[in-house]
């Protein structure tokens, strides 16, 4: 269904309704494929003496038995398992046969069947064998056991903080279930009196660390800048508008340098391992008040969304997503040297008064529902309003049944149930992290809107 | 539209091939087709096509999801029109891949197996040139040159990943596409960002005995 809408009508016809999912190809389990049953041509040019011993199949090949009535040369394999029929006068005849008296020995006739065709596999959830934090980062990190001990494959968790409200959910993909391998989504927030500090971060897949990578870059993140915040606080309510955001933009880039640095000097080199086994991205939202201000500000390494919905009920997102012309081709990531400076020019402000709620997404949930500046409003939507059974939205993404209200206290298991959607191909780890005015705007007609210049 | 990992083999069936070589890459396909329909995330992302070269080239089978392929029947006989194929496989590709839009994510690169006996006997140069330079489609590719006619530095104007098979045996053919479904089913795992494409190579599993890497 095409949702695109015009600007500044509102709509509420967001949701299709239920929707078959698409067909699956069909495979015709009756179709058969019969090999031919003729000589090779003869090679005209490049011929080669090939001496043709027994041709090599697969172990289940049924013995060459004399006298097949089979005219095919020497080089057509028997491949198929199950072909030969008869080896000796057969007086268990053919049904059909039935009603003929059996007074000739009948010549055994091998039938070539097709081979069995495969059946597709389904998906499996494994528990991990390898322990969550490897033994030798233990030591380096000293959290790491007690978060090893709180890993959950699928989490959640909310807050109700001065005037916000945040609730997450985290989920292991399929992919990562069906090869016993951990989740290697994160993330985290802190909260202060007048501040937030959320992080969201994904292991990069194929970096054997990755998941401590997430791990520690969102705790460390929004630790030390909680810290920072709680250290400069009289100083930052001195300030005007523009000193504060440049304050608190730079601080954000010079924590994430010095989380590059400390993985490269310290956590690497101390436990044997290279910086970009624990790659990762990084969404970053920094949110404070003061006695005359209020700033937020988003900055980002790697792919993942963030999406943007105002009090005028427009949502689109924020954030280019880094990826190439081909999906998976990110440019940069934490620890990577050229870290910081993508996150320096990734820097964004954005405009408090006008915000109603903001959603910080790993890739896991940004492209099943790509593109997201069109798709965030059916996030949105979908999050605000509940959707009463199972249906198929508009950005082609499935869900199985109804799911409550996430605005509400315990919507974190709402929320959890809407990260289980389904769509096909989309199996990686997903995040998604809703901050959102409390309380929240009631009846908002949440539409499509573009990015504002 | 969902994200598919588009693979093409390029299968070469000239007339040296013809006999057991021929019988065991068919036997090959259909090990392939059978180990990726074992893995679920092959299931759901992997499309084959298969594009066949001897006088002449031709896509036998196209750009086809795992659950719906059936490996084809082949013959040998012929000369190598490996520039045929080459342009084959580029004119496919252009087709058949979808890019990233402002609309919907594009397919992950596509991954070419090019198998090979001999030296081309048509004009490949400027075919294998496009491809080398990442035109019009970028792509992995990967040219595995089989027995002792094969001429590898013709392959390294191809792709820089090169592999030889030293014989021709049943055994090394199924090994080889038995390593091919590995780097199909670990391609396809990478469901988050590979950090080496862009260093523009794949991550290929080692390559099993009896194959051996062309530096």
């Not at chain 1, 900055?299 to 999406?307: A, E, I, K, P, Y």
Request: charge should be negative; hydrophobic fraction near 40%.
């Amino acid at each position: 269904m095409n949702t695109d809408t015009p600007e500044g009508k509102p709509t509420t016809a967001l949701v299709a309704p239920d929707s078959a999912p698409p067909a699956k190809a069909v495979v015709d389990p009756s179709e058969s494929r019969t090999e031919p049953i003729e000589p090779n041509s003869l090679p005209t040019q490049d011929v080669r003496q090939i001496p043709s011993p027994a041709p090599e199949v697969s172990p289940a090949s049924p013995p060459q038995i004399g006298a097949p009535a089979k005219e095919a040369p020497e080089s057509e394999p028997k491949e198929d398992t199950a072909s030969v029929v008869a080896a000796q006068p057969n007086t268990e005849a053919s049904p059909t046969s039935a009603a003929i008296t059996n007074t000739l020995p009948i010549a055994p006739v091998v039938i070539p069947t097709p081979p069995p065709k495969p059946k597709p596999a389904t998906w499996e959830e494994k528990k991990p064998e390898e322990p969550w934090c490897p033994e030798v980062l233990i030591p380096l990190l000293p959290w790491a056991q007690q978060a090893q001990a709180d890993y959950e494959h699928n989490d959640t968790k909310e807050l109700r903080h001065a005037g916000w409200r945040l609730v997450a959910a985290t989920r292991r993909g399929r992919m990562h279930a069906h090869n016993a391998e951990h989740r290697e989504d994160a993330f985290a927030w802190e909260a202060g009196d007048d501040f937030l500090v959320v992080a969201v971060s994904d292991g990069a897949g194929s970096c054997e660390w990755s998941r401590i990578g997430s791990a520690t870059t969102t705790r460390e993140i929004t630790g030390r800048l909680r810290d920072w915040f709680l250290a400069e606080r009289a100083n930052l309510a001195k300030l005007d508008f523009a000193d504060l955001k440049n304050m608190i933009g730079h601080q954000m880039v010079l924590t994430i340098h010095d989380i590059v640095k400390w993985f490269i000097d310290e956590l690497a080199p101390k436990s044997g391992a290279k910086p970009k086994d624990f790659r990762c991205t990084l969404l970053l939202t920094v949110w404070c008040r003061t006695e005359k201000q209020e700033v937020l500000l988003t900055t980002q390494v790697g792919d993942g969304f963030f999406g943007l919905l105002r009090r005028d009920g427009s949502a689109t997102r924020h954030g280019e997503s880094d990826s190439g012309e081909f999906s998976g081709e990110v440019t940069s990531f934490i620890p990577d040297t050229n870290a910081p400076e993508h996150s320096q020019k990734a820097i964004k402000s954005h405009r408090v008064a006008d915000l109603e709620a903001m959603l910080l997404c790993s890739d896991g949930v940004e492209d099943p529902f790509y593109p997201l500046d069109k798709n965030s409003a059916v996030i949105f939507h979908e999050l605000y309003h509940n959707l009463p059974g199972a249906v198929t939205n508009n950005a082609g993404v499935k869900h199985n049944s109804a799911i409550g209200s996430v605005l509400d206290k315990d919507g974190a298991d709402a929320l959890a149930a809407w990260l289980g959607f389904e769509k096909k191909g989309e199996n990686d780890d997903r995040t998604i992290v809703l901050l959102h005015r409390d309380p929240p705007a009631p009846n908002i007609r949440i539409r499509s809107a573009a990015p504002a210049a | 539209m969902i994200r598919r990992l588009p693979v093409y083999i390029l299968a070469d069936c000239s007339g040296s091939m013809s006999g057991d070589p021929i019988e065991a890459v068919k036997q090959g396909i259909r090990l392939l087709h059978s180990n990726l329909m074992s893995d679920p995330s092959a299931v759901e992302s992997a499309y084959l096509s298969v594009i066949t070269f001897d006088s002449s080239a031709r896509q036998v089978v196209p750009l086809t999801e795992v659950a719906a392929f059936n490996p084809p029947d082949l013959q040998a006989s012929g000369t190598t029109a490996l520039g045929a194929a080459l342009k084959l496989l580029i004119d496919c590709m252009s087709t058949e891949v979808r890019r990233t839009t402002g609309d919907q994510k594009g397919d992950w690169k596509p991954l070419v197996f090019l198998l090979t006996d001999g030296n081309p006997t048509d004009s490949w140069q400027s075919y294998a040139s496009q491809i080398k330079q990442n035109k019009p489609t970028p792509a992995n590719i990967i040219a595995v040159g089989c027995g002792d006619g094969v001429d590898t530095s013709i392959l390294k104007q191809i792709t820089e990943q090169v592999l030889l098979l030293k014989d021709m045996s049943g055994d090394s053919f199924a090994a080889f596409f038995k390593w091919v479904s590995s780097t199909v089913t670990i391609t396809s795992a990478k469901c988050g960002a590979a950090p080496d494409a862009a260093a523009g190579g794949v991550a290929l599993p080692p390559p099993p005995v009896g194959i051996t890497i062309v530096p």
